[in-house]
């Protein structure tokens, strides 16, 4: 096998790269990461280098692209099946895979109004905009059910640090740029998240400018 290597945006900014990234440094999964400047003119053809969707994150090893955040995450669990990256527990695995999938593929105002920006602290920005408020409440209520239903012993969404974690870590850096309002489970769990050293390691690589 060849080196792995994560190609990556601007930490501040891409919450996209940031889910791999975690899910591979909470996993102790050896990998060397890349740049790419988001935000340039040259950013489209500098990510289509590396990447047929022309957008970071992207995976790379053995002369193979893996691209889209929700593939990688797959591909490592299937690589490196004892990191339990989906909950080992087949309900709970199901489970992970959905609300994954919905981050993935939802969320629209959430995303639009209150982008990621690990440094910023815009307390309220955004908030009152059309579907950000539903967004929200869609969010908590996700992190709630995970919480009182999670199968193993941990402060994670199913106990233990799971692909779904990865998925919601950039949410949980957005409730904290935008003061987001949330009852004490959610907080608790947003504590768990911002605790990670993979976490505070990922901060210390941003700068205001991505
Ligand atoms: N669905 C993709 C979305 C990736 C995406 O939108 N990445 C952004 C950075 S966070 C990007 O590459 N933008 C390129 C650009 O700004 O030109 C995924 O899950 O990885």
Partial sequence: MSERILVIGNKNWSSWSLRPWLAMRVSDIPFREEHVELRQPGTRAACLRHSPSGLVPVLKQDGRAIWDSLAILETLSEQFPDRQLWPDAADARAHA???SAEMHSGFQPLRQHLP???LGRYPGRGCDADGVAAN???VCAIWRECRAQAPVKGPFLFGHFTNADAMFAPVV???ETYAVPVDTVCRDYMGAIL???AMADWLAGCTPTG
Avoid: N, T, V
């Fill in 136 to 138: 929200i409440d869609r």
């Fill in 195 to 197: 605790a990670l050293p």
């Fill in 116 to 118: 990621m920006d690990c």
């Fill in 173 to 175: 850096s957005r409730f």
């Fill in 97 to 99: 895979r959905s609300i």
